[in-house]
């Protein structure tokens, strides 16, 4: 089972920026689709953003030119990169993981993704 582990989640005031990492523990990162999903309290999942394996991105309406997504392969690692947040923000953010050697494009379907990190905090707020 592929692991996932999100880091870079925490306290910020509104219109601040934090980025979050997803390290996956994979031989070779290049074939694989990533994703960010969030869920806050009460609320249904949601994705925000994937980046395929020839850095296609996708966004969620929500978060559109606001946050970007990139991947470091070699690193093994994904970035997102959250600017302008905003108080609706807040959620537990996920980073998902799917072997897609054949798609140059990347879902933000939860369930086009099989593998799920534990996810990191964010919150919003003055």
């Known amino acids: 089972q592929l692991q996932l582990e999100e880091s870079g989640g925490g306290l910020v005031q509104p219109g601040g920026s934090l980025r979050l990492s997803c390290v996956v523990a994979?031989?070779?990162?290049?074939?694989?689709?990533i994703a960010w999903f969030r869920q806050a309290p009460g609320k249904e999942r949601e994705g925000v953003a994937a980046?395929?394996?020839?850095?296609?991105?996708e966004f969620g309406e929500s978060v559109q030119g606001r946050f970007t997504i990139s991947r470091d392969n070699p690193k093994k690692t994904v970035y997102l990169q959250m600017n302008s947040l905003k108080p609706e923000d807040t959620a537990r953010y996920y980073c998902?993981?799917?072997?897609?050697?054949?798609?140059?494009?990347?879902?933000?379907?939860?369930?086009?993704?099989?593998?799920w990190g534990q996810g990191t905090q964010v919150t919003v707020s003055s």
């Open positions: 998902a993981a799917k072997h897609r050697p054949w798609d140059l494009l990347a879902p933000l379907s939860a369930d086009e993704y099989d593998a």
């Open positions: 994979v031989r070779n990162l290049d074939y694989y689709a």
């Open positions: 980046i395929s394996i020839a850095a296609i991105t």
